[in-house]
């Protein structure tokens, strides 16, 4: 190597010791006659001395930051008046005696320090990456991610798992996400689609006898984009067999503390709680809840049932429910932020948002005027209403006045973050089960039955019976892993018998019988021939990365990322293709 030394290494041990370094300039001030450059690599900075009027030194004028150096010099010691502690190199420098210019850095499209790079738009910084990537909080994330994915291989290699590749070209499926189509050159008219996930690979891998297999696998959905949402993205998929839920909870909350040990130091306390599907959405308004703050759901329907408030007692009437949440301390709420809040339970399906405030001594709502002393007395005393309070209402159906209140509660998590009336820790990381989903919702515009979670889900034994008669009623064994308000991944036990699988391909999903045959027919063939019972989880790496790192976009801890538009502004992909190119496959584009 071009180094003896790392820029994070020197110490005052290394006095007097010739070195050579190598790395990026990250700093030149010139302090009248002096140049003092602060020569960064990978691991660290390290200050360097250069006296220009060294024949060999007088090239140091032509530098910029950014430019790559190579240098030769001695170790000393920095006056204690200029010893700098924040830094673990800051004992000493490096007096120059000889260096070598690879590279000048051309004038920079932004600063490159944290702080001032955050302030210029994403998509240059993107068109950037290789820049954005040397800043050291991208590079930290990246190292991160390697400390999970090197802890998961591990953790799973030591328990009897073996890693497989799973091809990434496919056939289209129904029942998914939107897919990649990519046509085939040498099958003329046909296309493949990219793997969604290698959900029925593994499963394949499970009859084959593999018993425990996993892989970092990467996944492809045409999907709309957000924060923590990509084309591409990896997930740690798992199957294993002979196994029920239980040994799946185990084995993945002991990974989840693994990586979380192996690349924060951080100690994750095991078992994991659990939820049903109903308790979460009853008290957080959410599968997927955020619980390190309070303001819980409570159904107040038994107490409004009667109610003068028609608006309360016609939702109950109706076989609906009415439910509210304290906003502890929030009731100081700016008009702009009411209707805030106001617009996005309009975008949820309600007319309004009912609310009450505490302060100064009094009550003040709209909807006082319609409560009787006994009514807002029980709300008083259930909700531990006090001075400065903020109470949220829905009305109407279940399912619909859950999601309004679940999404109210975690805007009024960020609106009190901002404001500091709650602290959470940024090292807190409450992990969470959630079980007991219905297997089957009902799609009104489909007119039949959906798959909750896919159509490979085992049914609760118990529940077994009412497939047939009340598909709505039957729980599946599906569970998905959540913390702090973000769906880590989901899983399940699968169906592993070929006349139970296809029940619910024709009888219950409605799939057509020849694309039941043309699409899983392989699959209910393999069932045939011995199928073990089986389960698994896929867990989104780049959203564990993510929370790892305390960051809320997962393009902040993936190499090179795409837009919420698809694009890669570095390699400005997509781009179009060549008549020739479109020829071969038999393709004509639309004008």
């Known amino acids: 190597m071009k180094r003896t ?39 660290g900075i390290t200050q360097l001395v250069f006296d220009p009027r060294r024949e060999n030194l007088r090239t140091v004028h032509s530098l910029r930051d950014e430019s790559v150096i190579e240098v030769r010099g001695k170790v000393s010691q920095r006056p204690a008046d200029t010893a700098n502690d924040r830094i673990a190199t800051g004992a000493v420098e490096v007096i120059v005696d000889d260096f070598t210019i690879h590279n000048i850095c051309d004038v920079l499209p932004f600063p490159m320090t944290d702080a001032k790079a955050e302030s210029v738009s994403e998509d240059i910084r993107l068109t950037h990456r290789y ?48 897919e990649f189509l990519v046509p085939s050159r040498l099958n003329p008219g046909m296309m493949y689609a990219l793997a969604q996930s290698p959900q029925q690979y593994k499963q394949m891998l499970m009859v084959s ?23 591409e993205f990896t997930q740690i998929d798992l199957e294993m067999s002979f196994v029920d839920r239980e040994d799946i909870y185990s084995l993945v909350e002991g990974m989840m503390a693994t990586i979380w040990k192996e690349a924060r130091a951080i100690d994750v306390k095991i078992p994991f709680p659990r939820l049903s599907y109903r308790s979460a959405m009853d008290r957080f308004g959410s599968d997927k809840p955020d619980t390190r703050f309070a303001m819980e759901i409570t159904d107040f329907s038994d107490l409004f049932s009667g109610s003068d408030f028609k608006v309360f007692s016609s939702a109950i009437a109706d076989g609906g429910c009415v439910k509210a949440f304290n906003g502890k301390s929030l009731a100081d709420i700016s008009q702009g932020e009411m209707k805030a809040l106001e617009d996005v339970a309009r975008t949820l399906g309600a007319k309004g948002l009912a609310y009450i405030k505490a302060e100064r001594g009094q009550w003040k709502s709209p909807i006082l005027k319609f409560l009787s002393d006994s009514e807002k007395n029980t709300l008083a005393e259930k909700l531990n209403v006090e001075e400065g309070d903020l109470i949220f209402f829905a009305a109407g159906q279940w399912e619909q006045s859950c999601k309004i209140l679940g999404r109210i509660r975690t805007e009024c998590r960020d609106i009190a973050l ?72 989901g899983g399940s036990i699968r169906i592993h018998r070929p006349q139970l699988q296809e029940y619910v391909f024709r009888e219950i999903l409605k799939i057509p019988g020849d694309v039941v045959s043309d699409r899983f027919g392989y699959m209910l063939k393999a069932f045939s021939y011995g199928a073990p019972p089986h389960g698994g989880i896929a867990i989104g790496l780049d959203r564990l990365v993510a929370l790892l790192c ?13 837009t919420q538009r698809g694009v890669d502004m570095m390699a400005q992909s997509p781009c179009s293709a060549s008549e020739k190119q479109l020829r071969e496959l038999h393709i004509k584009l639309a004008q």
Request: charged letters at 30%.
């Open 5 to 43: 030394h790392h820029c994070s290494e020197l110490s005052i041990e290394n006095i007097g010791e010739n070195v050579r370094l190598i790395g990026w300039v990250h700093s030149i001030r010139d302090h009248g006659g002096l140049f003092f450059i602060d020569l960064r690599d990978r691991e």
């Open 131 to 178: 820049l954005d990537l040397r800043r050291r909080k991208n590079f930290q994330r990246l190292r991160i991610r390697h400390r999970a994915t090197c802890a998961v291989r591990n953790f799973l290699d030591k328990n009897g798992f073996l890693e497989i590749e799973t091809p990434y070209l496919f056939k289209t499926t129904p029942e998914g996400a939107r």
């Open 209 to 231: 006898g593999i018993e425990r297999y996993y892989s970092l696998a990467r996944c492809f959905r045409d999907e709309d984009l957000r924060a923590d949402r990509q084309p």
């Open 418 to 489: 901002a404001k500091g009336k709650i602290n959470i820790p940024s090292d807190m990381f409450n992990f969470l089960w959630v079980v007991d989903f219905p297997l089957m919702t009902f799609d009104d515009e489909k007119g039949h039955f959906v798959a909750t979670h896919h159509p490979f889900t085992a049914p609760v034994d118990g529940d077994m019976e009412a497939l047939k008669t009340h598909p709505e009623k039957v729980r599946g064994q599906h569970y998905d892993i959540v913390l702090n308000g973000t769906e880590l991944g």
């Open 550 to 562: 305390g960051t809320a976009s997962i393009r902040d801890v993936i190499a090179f990322p795409k």
